[in-house]
């Protein structure tokens, strides 16, 4: 089987415009590429989610004794958490190649004949943001995943027929930040799954004391506890202030090495506290306390009071609030937890939440 090869096919199609207030939370084309050039390349080198990468360990040297494919991959959790990083090592360390794409970039059936038939046996397709494919694109997976077989119809009407196309054996990688979105059917089909939590702080300061290394950078242990603290539990994130870190340390403090003291004064500085939140965030929470006394309140209603995309508050904004404590989810709407309001220094006069 040959190794290392690979194909990387990426979703060009157009983006939408974001609200001013969450650009910080979005990448640039820079961010974009220093990111691929920190992800682990291997399974020793990856960090956290401890209890995915052990079971992983077991399935791949399992596959690879047996000399068969790796089964589909299910990945689950908020973005950023280290998903496609781990769909890139899995390939490494099966010694195969892998194709990517997104499941907006596939809208049609056909979009998947290329694709599938250039898979070699034991290749790897990673489609990213699974749930978000169409259904048709979708049921003609179905074979493929079940069967190594695609089926596609050829005339109309009366004279149609179907051809059945055998395919190699391939591993299918599904990531999603929405896996309730995932039908059940294509769920099913899925033999191994992972869901990916946030980060603790100090698995995070590690991956920053790495990421650190990589680019030069002189932080010590403090600081990078400092910047762990404000990453809002995502390795992405914490890339991310380290080089506004790095930065704020270049042309303020003059200084090589980044000590706590400068990471804690270079944040202040980009408003993110002492707990990770950001404008966007205090935002949030702000509305739902001024605006709606606290909740509860639907996403419809706050994404139109915001002005902004209620997907993007439910992929970006919601996870690590709902996670931290400040905000609930409610079969009512989004309630903001007395947390939140001692977080804001306001003024809490609800009787306690019976929700």
Known sequence: MPT?????????????????????????????????????????????????????????????????PLEHVFLSGPPGLGKTALSYIIAHEMGTKITATSGPAIERAGDLIGILTNLEKGDILFIDEIHRMSKVAEEFLYPAMENSQIDFIVDKGPYARTIKFNLKRFTLIGATTRSGLLSSALRSRFGIFYHFDFYPPEDLAKIIKRSAKLLGIDVNDDAALEIARRSRGTPRVANRLLRRVRDYAQVKSKSSLITQKIADESLS????????????????????????????????????????????????VEPYLLKAGYLKRTSRGRLVTKLAYEHLGAKYDKQEELF
């Open 4 to 68: 290392g090869r690979k194909k990387i096919l990426t979703d060009t199609s157009e983006v939408s415009a974001l609200p001013s207030d969450l650009l910080l939370k979005q990448e640039t084309d820079e961010d974009i590429v220093l990111n691929l050039s920190l992800r682990p390349a291997k399974l020793s080198e990856f960090v956290g989610q401890t209890g995915t990468v052990e079971n992983l360990k077991i399935a791949i040297c399992a596959a690879k004794e047996r000399k068969e």
């Open 269 to 316: 500085c980009l408003r993110i506290d002492k707990n990770g939140l950001d404008e966007c965030d205090r935002k949030v929470l702000r509305t739902v306390i001024d605006v709606y006394s606290g909740g509860p309140v639907g996403v419809e209603s706050l994404a139109a009071t915001l002005n902004e995309e209620q997907d993007t508050l439910i992929d970006t």
